[in-house]
């Protein structure tokens, strides 16, 4: 477990550096199995090392690691219980912190929006660390990779630790944008028969995807 720990730890600073993890606030957690290392309460996580990181059971029972895990460790074990993520992040970003304190959802402008799932719930507000909290962001990420916590922050998760840090970080482009766009006037919102048709033409090009030159 100690390669899963040291990427954790690194996705940690990664966001850090990114301006979506500031201080001891927000969590990071990456599965393998039965097992789950999550970075440990109280951490700054800017400078988190493989040693901040705990390594717990789905039971949440610690395994590995001399810290004790996030308070948000029902939150993560709970979307994990819920499907195939190999990977959570929480975080307390700006902008989509921001937009969790005014908005029920985060509507989609940009097409980019699609590859989490299209229109971003807004999980009721509960407080941190709690049952309730866990279950709202449960019920908010369903069919979803994102979903905004009102007036707390937001959870992305991914089918890998990579990819739960990329939809965290297209998450708050995404926030900061609506915000840019709310400044000039009312948001032009993409229909759902605009959504459908860059769904089709992903598909059909293979967007997103690096590939080689045609001959």
């Given at each position: 477990m100690n390669q899963l720990r040291a990427a954790v730890a690194a996705a940690s600073r990664r966001l850090a550096d990114a301006?979506?993890?500031?201080?001891?606030?927000?969590?990071?957690?990456?599965?393998?199995?039965?097992?789950?290392?999550i970075t440990a309460t109280g951490v700054p996580l800017g400078?988190?090392?493989?040693?901040?990181?705990?390594?717990?059971?789905?039971?949440?029972?610690?395994v590995e690691g001399a810290l004790a895990p996030t308070s948000e460790l029902s939150?993560?074990?709970?979307?994990?219980?819920?499907?195939?993520?190999?990977?959570?992040?929480?975080?307390?970003?700006?902008?989509a912190t921001a937009v969790a304190c005014v908005l029920d959802t985060l509507p989609v402008l940009h097409y980019q929006q699609l590859t989490l799932g299209?229109?971003?719930?807004?999980?009721?507000?509960a407080t941190f660390g709690t049952a309730e909290l866990a279950a709202a962001v449960r019920t908010a990420l369903a069919g979803r990779s994102a979903a905004l916590l009102a007036n707390h922050g937001s959870v992305t998760l991914g089918g890998s630790l990579d990819q739960a840090v990329?939809?965290?970080?297209?998450?708050?482009?995404?926030?900061?944008?609506?915000?840019?766009?709310?400044?000039?006037?009312?948001?032009?919102?993409?229909?759902?028969?605009?959504q459908l048709d860059v769904i089709r033409a992903a598909l059909e090009r293979g967007y997103g995807s690096p590939k080689g030159l045609r001959e």
């Open positions: 301006g979506l993890l500031v201080g001891t606030a927000g969590n990071v957690s990456a599965r393998a199995g039965d097992l789950v290392a400078a988190c090392t493989p040693d901040d990181v705990t390594v717990v059971d789905l039971d949440g029972t610690v939150l993560h074990l709970g979307v994990y219980a819920d499907g195939p993520a190999a990977a959570v992040v929480h975080t307390h970003a700006p902008f299209g229109e971003v719930r807004v999980a009721p507000y990329e939809n965290a970080l297209l998450l708050e482009w995404l926030c900061q944008l609506h915000h840019r766009a709310s400044a000039l006037g009312t948001p032009r919102v993409l229909t759902e028969e605009q």
